[in-house]
C-alpha cells in the first residue's frame, strides 16, 4: 500500500542502505588494491525483499499467467491467499525472489496445463486459482461471464 507511511519508510530504506555502500567501499578499500578498484564502474548494494515486495512479484508473475491464458481462451483469476503462498513457498532468504519464477511455473503453470491436457477446464472458462488446505487449486466458476 502506498502512502506516507510506506514512503517514510522506503527514505529510511534508501538512508540505510547509503550508509551500507559507504561502509561496504571502505571494507573494499582495505581487501582490495586500487588498481583493481579502478576497474570498477560502479557498486551496488542490495537489500533484501520485504515480504510485501515478494507479493507484488508474484502479484506481477500471476499476471503474465493469467494474460497467457486470456490468450489461449481462457479467463482467469486468482486470490490473495494464493499471492500469500506464492510468496512463501517461493523466497529464499539466500536467493530472494529468484525461486518465485519456478513456484509459479511448478505450482500454477504446470497445473493449469494439466487442467487444459486433461479437459477439467476448457475455452471460454473462468477459472480462479486459490489455496484450500495448502494445496494450489484451480477451480471452474461456473456462473461468472
Not at 57 to 82: C, F, H, P, W
Request: glycine share 6%; hydrophobic share 40%; aromatic share 6%.
Amino acid at each position: 500500500m502506498w502512502g506516507p507511511a510506506s514512503c517514510k519508510t522506503s527514505a529510511l530504506w534508501a538512508l540505510a542502505a547509503h550508509k551500507g555502500k559507504k561502509e561496504l567501499l571502505a571494507q573494499l578499500k582495505k581487501a582490495f588494491r586500487p588498481e583493481f578498484l579502478n576497474r570498477i564502474d560502479d557498486t551496488i548494494v542490495f537489500t533484501r525483499l520485504q515480504k510485501d515486495e515478494i507479493c507484488q512479484i508474484a502479484a506481477r508473475l500471476m499476471n503474465q499467467v493469467v494474460e497467457r491464458l486470456r490468450q489461449i481462451g481462457l479467463e482467469a483469476s486468482y486470490d490473495d491467499a494464493l499471492l500469500d503462498h506464492l510468496a512463501e513457498s517461493g523466497f529464499d532468504p539466500d536467493y530472494g525472489a529468484r525461486p518465485l519464477r519456478r513456484a509459479v511455473q511448478s505450482q500454477i503453470e504446470d497445473l493449469a496445463a494439466m487442467e487444459l491436457l486433461e479437459g477439467h477446464v476448457k475455452k471460454g472458462e473462468h477459472v480462479l486459482f486459490t489455496l484450500r488446505d495448502g494445496e494450489v487449486l484451480l477451480e471452474r466458476e461456473e456462473n461468472r461471464k
